[in-house]
């Protein structure tokens, strides 16, 4: 993306207050994830991560999302994401990223 569009969608965001407005900017890593259950395409999974972006105190949580089994996280992996500077416990992954298994 152009530098002018990513600070557009930032300006925006502090306008609207919108608790991604001036987020850290850095990756997740996938710490432990549960297994997929069934034969379900989309399922819940349950992903320990640890929060790393520059100047950050790192630091871990457990949270919960919803991946197609073709892309279901395991650990180790590293994706860019955005986390939020007044909740760190928000964040904005680049899940799409995941290897296929």
Do not use: H, K
Not at 5 to 11: F, H, R, T
Not at 21 to 37: E, F, I, K, L, N
Not at 44 to 65: G, I, R
């Amino acid at each position: 993306m152009e530098d002018w569009v990513d600070e557009a969608a930032a300006a925006l965001e502090r306008a609207t207050g919108d608790p991604m407005a001036d987020a850290w900017v850095g990756t997740v890593r996938v710490v432990s994830a549960t297994d997929p259950a069934g034969r379900g395409r989309y399922q819940a999974c349950t992903v320990e991560l640890l929060l790393e972006a520059p100047d950050f105190p790192s630091e871990t949580m457990v949270t919960e999302f919803v991946f197609d089994r073709r892309f279901w996280p395991e650990p180790g992996v590293r994706v860019r994401a955005r986390f939020s500077r007044r909740t760190p416990r928000e964040i904005d992954a680049n899940w799409s990223s995941l290897p296929r298994r």
